[in-house]
């Protein structure tokens, strides 16, 4: 019971997925490799038979070396796009991610060690929200600058 909620439909890919929103000091904290040109969530995969609040708080964990606990869940997100790691590259896929806002500790300081699949090296940024840099999802930037107690349903379509 320890495997990523990752499925193959015919040509395509399922993925459920977690991205945390953490936030210190007006910035939001993302994460990039070395194989792209854009930043992305802190988070991953929810495993099967996990929560998505257990998947948030592993995950944040596993990229930042800092266990936190969640405020809320701030956005539902479906989203069909094509792959572009080696394992699912040109697939398309529709992902269901859940996103939570983070209680940061006044002392954070996150540490990466953490790889994507295809061992290419995540690091951390510190990304300002006014800041013109490629990042997804593409709505977050935008959000977070208006919170709300609710919780929002995005849906992204770039087939």
């Known amino acids: 019971m320890n495997k990523d909620m ?7 890919v399922l993925n459920i997925r977690v991205g945390a929103i953490i936030i210190k000091n007006g910035k939001v904290l993302m994460v990039g ?11 991953g995969r929810i495993k099967f038979g996990e929560t998505a609040m257990d998947a948030v708080v592993r995950e944040v964990f596993e990229e930042t070396g800092v266990k936190m606990e969640i405020d809320h869940l701030g956005f539902i997100h479906e989203n ?9 590259l040109g697939k398309l896929i529709y992902e269901i991610s859940f996103y939570f806002y983070m209680n940061v500790p006044c ?5 990466s060690n953490s790889f994507t699949e295809d ?4 690091h951390l940024r510190w990304v300002s929200l006014d800041e013109d840099i490629k990042m997804y999802p593409k709505f977050l930037k935008t959000e977070i600058k208006n919170p709300t107690s609710f919780v929002k349903h995005f849906v992204s379509d770039e087939r």
Request: with cysteine; net charge negative.
């Open 6 to 12: 990752c499925v193959n439909c015919d040509d395509g």
């Open 33 to 43: 490799n070395e194989r792209v040109d854009y930043l992305y969530s802190v988070g």
């Open 80 to 88: 069909y796009f094509y792959g572009d790691s080696p394992s699912n």
């Open 107 to 111: 002392d954070f300081t996150p540490i």
């Open 119 to 122: 061992n290419s090296k995540e």
